[in-house]
């Protein structure tokens, strides 16, 4: 038995550290099982449910171990096998013809985060930049939060999120995580801060698990999270408990929100929230008297709004204007992500060798399918990257690719409902059987995975693909293709620093932050000024979608599409298909389905402007009146395609051009 480091490439908030055992002498079940590290200051030793049993999956009998070419008409995963460096020779012919033909930029590079390994995502872009190609940029899921914060604060990365559990901590506000389900690490986190006496308030759009352990907890209609934070912010203002050194010492601007907030007519927003202001008053108390010992967890649910940043600054001016930053037992946990800036950048550019070609140009990963519809693009590569389950508006996304004269190819690991499109299907090799690096958007710092052997010899990592297609096209003197995935890594441990380098290899990873360390503890944050900006703050935004909102029939209803507790958008399905049904269900209030006169278990037609699908009506009590859920991400290839992104709308969030998935309004009738 052969021990190795791993690290869990999906993209969750931990990338749980690990020791994998593996059999390498084994005819095909080389990977035995994952011991979770128990020292891990995050992790703590265990896995969330959806990934208990990885070993199943590495080897699932559906998993894809040859390459496929496409048999019948696309739509469907209707493929026959072909050598895999037959493939790869067609592939290399296509590439040489479109250029020819249409210019290298015509060749698209779509990816994600379906791997979250630096190598995984980025070692790609040598080839790219090599022809000259387009690739995709940005993401679908937080920027909008990302680029509000960082319009505050110069970053959105502020707070060590180990501090929740730190002695100074009295009170955590959970605002939109499903912690319980989404991110079971800092839910255990959370835990151990109740036994030692922090009080939880949770506010949401549902009433989840969280709920169960939470002094307050309050429920609120998706959109309308930033009136509920004005409610707050004015409650502050008019009690004079905001920290006035604190705005004057560490803000610009700070006259302009006093002023704004004194323009907030609080009957208007209690009535839009049909709250009592006595309601409230109980979380006012405890958020003034805790000044100085509050952090809040903000979810990236809040933020897939049309106005989602702006949500998002909404609700981080509370923090502000109380003071609540840059203390041991305050500040605002959202992405972390921006604290590794500085330790992966050099890895990123040593990995994409982009000082060896012309800035590639790139388009917005959300808006895929609109510019697909364009024909500037005739060649397309995806990997890491499930898009006609993970975009919005998949009508438009699906027409794009039924395009006659895009050619398509897919890395992948099993048939995905992406591969319905393609043209020529490559197999990829497991997380577990390629040599990376990951750096936690959540918990700050690096770690490693080391390859263990896969049993299948067409299976490929996504750089070896493209190596093999680099040969093809003539390019076997081409220096920057020459590394292997291993040699890559190697030479991305000597670029951090020493005590980096050395707890890598070591323990397996790095953290930045230690339970007591305090991030921006001068509160010189990294503005031009050192002071959180808050000249672009502004409460007047999303008016014509609230009233759009407040004036619905009964039969229309705002859409909320949440992962299921036991997927990670859409995948692992395989390992969990025992839930799958629950991707066919729409789930409503009781009230609204004894108002409608519809019957639990029967089929109702749901619809909008954009697409239209039938599903089954269950009860949830969780969920307000008018509002329905449907669970996202369905990760097989089902027939009917009930994905409810099929409901939203591609236009963007404002500020960061993600993907305001919680928008949309649906019809529900009976069929």
């Given at each position: 038995m052969i021990k190795r480091i791993g690290t869990c490439s999906k993209d969750c908030y931990g990338s749980c550290v690990f020791i994998g055992e593996w059999d390498d002498q084994a005819q095909e079940r080389k990977f035995l099982n994952a011991?979770?590290?128990?020292?891990?200051?995050?992790?703590?030793?265990?896995?969330?449910?959806?990934?208990?049993?990885?070993?199943?999956?590495?080897?699932?009998p559906e998993r894809?171990?040859?390459?496929?070419?496409?048999?019948?008409?696309?739509?469907?995963?209707?493929?026959?096998?072909?050598?895999?460096?037959?493939?790869?020779?067609?592939?290399?012919?296509?590439?040489?013809?479109?250029?020819?033909?249409?210019?290298?930029?015509?060749?698209?590079?779509?990816?994600?985060s379906g791997n979250n390994g630096l190598l995984s995502r980025f070692a790609p872009f040598r080839f790219f930049g090599k022809i000259g190609a387009t690739i995709t940029s940005g993401g679908i899921c937080n920027e909008g939060g990302c680029v509000g914060l960082n319009q505050l604060f110069g970053t959105y990365s502020t707070t060590n999120p180990l501090q929740l559990i730190n002695p100074k901590t009295n009170i955590i506000v959970n605002w939109g995580s499903d912690v319980a389900n989404r991110n079971v690490h800092t839910h255990y986190l959370?835990?151990?801060?109740?036994?030692?006496?922090?009080?939880?308030?949770?506010?949401?759009?549902?009433?989840?698990?969280?709920?169960?352990d939470s002094d307050l907890s309050f429920i609120i209609a998706p959109g309308r999270d930033h009136l509920f934070a004005q409610l707050i912010l004015k409650q502050i203002l008019e009690e004079q408990a905001?920290?006035?050194?604190?705005?004057?010492?560490?803000?610009?601007?700070?006259?302009?929100?006093?002023?704004?907030l004194g323009k907030i007519n609080t009957k208007k927003i209690l009535d839009q929230l049909n709250l009592e202001i006595n309601e409230f008053q109980d979380l006012i108390n405890i958020i003034i008297e805790n000044k100085d010992h509050t952090i809040f967890n903000i979810g990236y649910g809040i933020q897939k709004d049309f106005f989602g940043g702006r949500i998002v600054q909404t609700i981080a001016l509370i923090q502000i204007l109380l003071g609540n930053l840059g203390k041991s037992g305050t500040g605002i946990i959202y992405s972390q992500s921006d604290f590794n800036i500085p330790l992966i950048n050099p890895l990123i550019d040593f990995i994409t060798q982009k000082n060896t070609y012309e800035p590639l140009k790139n388009i917005k990963l959300i808006s895929l399918g609109r510019e697909l519809s364009t024909n500037d693009y005739k060649m397309l590569f995806i990997y890491n990257f499930n898009p006609v389950s993970s975009l919005p508006n998949q009508n438009q996304l699906k027409r794009s690719f039924l395009r006659k004269d895009l050619f398509t190819v897919v890395q992948e690991i099993f048939?995905?409902?992406?591969?319905?499109?393609?043209?020529?299907?490559?197999?990829?090799?497991?997380?577990?059987?390629?040599?990376?690096?990951?750096?936690?958007?959540?918990?700050?710092?690096?770690?490693?995975?080391?390859?263990?052997?896969?049993?299948?010899?067409?299976?490929?990592?996504?750089?070896?693909?493209?190596?093999?297609?680099?040969?093809n096209l003539g390019w076997q003197n081409l220096a920057i293709l020459k590394e292997n995935d291993?040699?890559?890594?190697?030479?991305?441990?000597?670029?951090?620093?020493?005590?980096?380098?050395?707890?890598?290899?070591?323990?397996?990873?790095?953290?930045l932050f230690k339970n007591e360390d305090v991030p921006y503890e001068k509160l010189q944050f990294p503005t031009v000024d050192?002071?959180?900006?808050?000249?672009?703050?502004?409460?007047?935004?999303?008016?014509?979608?609230l009233n759009k909102r407040n004036n619905r029939e009964s039969h229309e209803f705002l859409l909320i599409t949440p992962s299921f507790k036991y997927f990670l958008h859409s995948q692992l399905g395989q390992l969990n298909?025992?839930?799958?049904?629950?991707?066919?269900?729409?789930?409503?209030?009781?009230?609204?389905?004894?108002?409608?006169?519809?019957?639990?278990?029967?089929?109702?037609?749901?619809?909008?402007?954009?697409?239209?699908?039938?599903?089954?009506?269950?009860?949830?009590?969780?969920?307000?009146?008018?509002?329905?859920?449907?669970?996202?991400g369905s990760p097989m290839g089902i027939n009917k395609n009930h994905n409810p992104n099929i409901f939203i709308s591609d236009k963007p969030e404002e500020l960061g051009y993600s993907g305001a998935y919680n928008s949309a309004i649906i019809n529900v009738e009976k069929i």
């Open positions: 011991k979770p590290v128990k020292k891990h200051p995050f992790t703590n030793g265990f896995f969330c449910e959806k990934l208990v049993k990885r070993e199943s999956l590495i080897y699932h894809l171990k040859h390459a496929l070419i496409r048999a019948g008409p696309k739509g469907s995963n209707n493929f026959d096998r072909i050598p895999l460096d037959e493939a790869i020779k067609i592939i290399a012919n296509r590439v040489n013809k479109t250029i020819a033909n249409f210019g290298s930029k015509s060749i698209l590079g779509a990816y994600n959370i835990k151990r801060a109740i036994k030692n006496g922090i009080k939880l308030i949770s506010i949401d759009s549902r009433k989840t698990q969280n709920f169960k905001s920290d006035k050194d604190f705005l004057i010492n560490h803000t610009s601007n700070w006259e302009h929100i006093l002023k704004e048939l995905t409902e992406t591969t319905k499109y393609a043209d020529i299907v490559i197999p990829s090799k497991f997380d577990l059987e390629s040599d990376d690096l990951f750096s936690p958007y959540y918990i700050p710092g690096i770690s490693i995975n080391q390859a263990g052997p896969c049993p299948y010899e067409n299976c490929l990592t996504n750089y070896e693909f493209f190596q093999g297609l680099a040969l291993l040699e890559i890594v190697q030479k991305c441990l000597n670029l951090l620093p020493n005590i980096a380098r050395n707890n890598v290899k070591i323990h397996g990873y790095h953290l050192g002071r959180i900006h808050l000249k672009k703050i502004s409460f007047n935004f999303g008016a014509k979608l298909s025992q839930f799958l049904m629950v991707f066919e269900k729409i789930y409503l209030n009781p009230l609204d389905i004894e108002k409608l006169k519809l019957k639990i278990g029967r089929k109702v037609k749901v619809s909008n402007d954009l697409g239209k699908a039938d599903y089954t009506l269950e009860s949830l009590d969780s969920i307000n009146q008018g509002v329905a859920l449907i669970y996202s």
